[in-house]
C-alpha cells in the first residue's frame, strides 16, 4: 500500500513538533487497542514518562497524528545492559502498512545511538507477549526469538502484583 513516510520522533524531542496535551489524548486513542478502552494516562504521569531519562519512547506521525508508538526501558544489571519493550501499538486504522516495523527500527536505532555508545555496547533487549493475541509472527519478521516451551532456553516469566 502506497502512503506518505510517517515522521518519527523520540519523548526527547516530539514536543518540538506537538504540544503535550494533545500528544497525551492521542496516545491514550492509540494505546486503547493495546490496554482496552479504559486506557488512561494522567498529565502528570505523561510528562514523567516523557521527562525520564531511563525510558525512550517513540511516536510515528501522519499528518501530524500519532499513528504508532513503541516504548523502551533501560535496566542496567551488570554486566549487562538491558531494554525491556513495551506499549508497541500501532493505530487500529493503521495496521499492516509498516508502522508497527518503523517504531520499532526506529526504537532499536535510538536505543543504540542513547544508551549503547553508538553499538559500541551490547543491549540485551527482552518482551513479553501474550500468543492468544496472534502478535508473534510480527516479532519473527523483525528478527526475534521466542523462549517458549518449544525453546531450547524455555524461559517462564514470573509475576506478581504488590
Ligand atoms: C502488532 C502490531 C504492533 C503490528 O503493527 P503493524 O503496523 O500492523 O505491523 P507492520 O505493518 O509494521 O508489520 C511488520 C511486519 O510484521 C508482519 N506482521 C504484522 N502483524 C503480524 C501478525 N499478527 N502475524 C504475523 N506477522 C505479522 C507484517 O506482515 C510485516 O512483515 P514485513 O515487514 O516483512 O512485510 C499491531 O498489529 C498492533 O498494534 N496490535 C495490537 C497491539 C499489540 O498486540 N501489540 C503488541 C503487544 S506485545
Not at 516530539?14 to 487497542?33: F, N, Q
Not at 516504548?71 to 506499549?87: D, K
Amino acid at each position: 500500500m502506497s502512503m506518505s513516510r510517517p515522521a518519527v520522533y523520540t519523548n526527547r524531542n516530539i514536543t518540538s513538533v506537538k504540544g503535550i496535551e494533545d500528544l497525551r489524548s492521542e496516545y491514550i486513542t492509540v494505546s486503547k487497542r493495546l490496554h482496552g478502552d479504559q486506557f488512561d494516562v494522567t498529565l502528570g504521569d505523561f510528562q514523567a514518562l516523557l521527562d525520564d531519562i531511563k525510558e525512550l519512547v517513540v511516536f510515528a506521525l501522519l499528518d501530524s497524528q500519532l499513528v504508532a508508538t513503541a516504548q523502551a526501558t533501560l535496566l542496567w544489571t551488570p554486566p549487562q545492559l538491558q531494554a525491556y519493550i513495551n506499549n508497541v501499538v500501532t493505530h487500529p486504522e493503521y495496521g499492516g502498512r509498516g508502522l508497527g516495523r518503523t517504531v520499532m527500527e526506529s526504537l532499536e536505532e535510538a536505543i543504540k545511538t542513547q544508551w549503547g555508545e553508538n553499538g559500541l555496547r551490547s543491549i540485551k533487549l527482552g518482551l513479553t507477549n501474550s500468543p492468544t493475541k496472534g502478535n508473534g509472527g510480527f516479532y519473527e519478521q523483525l528478527g526475534w526469538t521466542s523462549r517458549g516451551p518449544e525453546s531450547d532456553h524455555s524461559t517462564v516469566m514470573w509475576v506478581k502484583t504488590i
